[in-house]
């Protein structure tokens, strides 16, 4: 070969190297960041109308049922979520026992049904609302006054839901 032919030849050679191999195909990308690990949800805290008194979980309203039903009123559904988020808060509670209990007026046995069904339409809607802990629920009828006497004011103390608590 001639000098000149060979010097062309490395010319060439050395153009060649400096192109991309296929000139269609894009550069590659810069490696992409790895991605932030997620933050822990922040804790939500205990709401302010549900309190822990010892071995009695507190509630600062009453829970509201249809009249001489267990059926609850809507007015009652932001207290039961409450309670269903202090429960979910506190996992060192392992059991929850809800009583019912109502005024005198009607006869003995029917109050007692109907405390019983009271409470257990309330455990049903906090397991509804994701409460995980064991759950019962028992009536005690007009057998647990607060007050004897025949005034509304009184009727309405006597017609409660407590919850009692066992920690683990």
Known sequence: ???GILSTLGLVSAVLACKPANPAEPPPEPAAALPEPALAPAAVADPADVHIEGDHL????HINFEFDKSEILADSFDL???????LKNHPEIVKL???GHTDSAGGAEHNQKLSDARAKAVM?????RGATQT???????????LCSEDT??????NRRVEFLIEAG
Do not use: N
């Open 124 to 128: 049903e809607a906090l397991r509804s």
């Open 80 to 86: 039961l979520d409450h309670v269903a988020q202090l």
């Open 58 to 61: 507190v509630i600062d309203r």
């Open 135 to 145: 759950i019962d629920a028992v009536g005690k009828g007009e057998s647990q006054h």
């Open 1 to 3: 070969m001639k000098p």
């Open 152 to 157: 509304d004011d009184c009727h309405q103390k």
């Open 97 to 99: 026992h809800i009583i």
